[in-house]
Every structure is written in structure tokens, then in C-alpha cells.
């Protein structure tokens, strides 16, 4: 079992910047795959960034590309978004989430084990 907790969001005006974490238990984290997804109201949970076990591979959804870079920290058992130049769109809900399986590029939502509760990221126009 793996327990995850985000942290970091808040409210920001446009191209401000937020550094979320993910801290991870429960399991060895350095096996893990792990993503960060959002969900904005009425709208599905999507995929957003997401790191090797490794830490290097790393992919993104084209609409953070340049703006946004996931990092782990395998000895803190965390995960990084840190999120530049923010925009309204970016305006969600922003959830970790961890598999198991050794995996790379966008992950689905299907592959996700285990979730954390989420938090909640904020840009103002």
C-alpha cells in the first residue's frame, strides 16, 4: 500500500509560480512511477506530468511544456511540480498519483494505483 499527500497549492496571480510535493509512504518509493494530474470543475482528471522511477524520464501534456518540471527527491520520498508562468487555465485540483509498473510517457488514468487527496491551485487574470 502507498499513501500519498500533496502540498503547495494555493492562489496566484497569472505567471506567478507554485511548487507542489507529493510525499509518499508506505512503500519504496524509488520503484514507483509517479504522475501529477488535474481536474478542473466539470471537466475529467487529466494527465499533467509524470517521472521514471529514475527521474530520467519525465513527460508532459503539451499545454505545461517549458512551463512546468517534475522532479523526485527518492531519498525524501517526494515528488515536484514546479509549476512557472501560470496561466487561468491552469486553474484545478492537482493530484499525485503512483503505479507500481515500470512507466513512461503520458500515463493513463487507468494506470494509476494509488491517488492522493489532492490540492487545490488557484490563478487569478
Known amino acids: 500500500q502507498v499513501q500519498l499527500v500533496e502540498s503547495g497549492g494555493g492562489l496566484v496571480q497569472a505567471g506567478g509560480s507554485l511548487r507542489l510535493s507529493c510525499a509518499a509512504s508506505g512503500r519504496t518509493f524509488s520503484w514507483l512511477t509517479i504522475g501529477w494530474f488535474r481536474q478542473a470543475p466539470g471537466k475529467e482528471r487529466e494527465f499533467v506530468a509524470a517521472s521514471s522511477w529514475s527521474g530520467i524520464s519525465r513527460d508532459y501534456t503539451d499545454s505545461v511544456k517549458g512551463r512546468f518540471t517534475i522532479s523526485r527527491d527518492n531519498a525524501k520520498n517526494t515528488v515536484y511540480l514546479q509549476m512557472n508562468s501560470l496561466k487561468p487555465e491552469d486553474t484545478a485540483v492537482y493530484y499525485c498519483?503512483?503505479?507500481?509498473?515500470?512507466?513512461?510517457?503520458?500515463?493513463?488514468?487507468?494506470?494509476?494505483?494509488?491517488w492522493g487527496q489532492g490540492t487545490q491551485v488557484t490563478v487569478s487574470s
Open positions: 498519483g503512483a503505479s507500481p509498473k515500470m512507466l513512461t510517457g503520458v500515463l493513463p488514468i487507468g494506470a494509476i494505483d494509488y
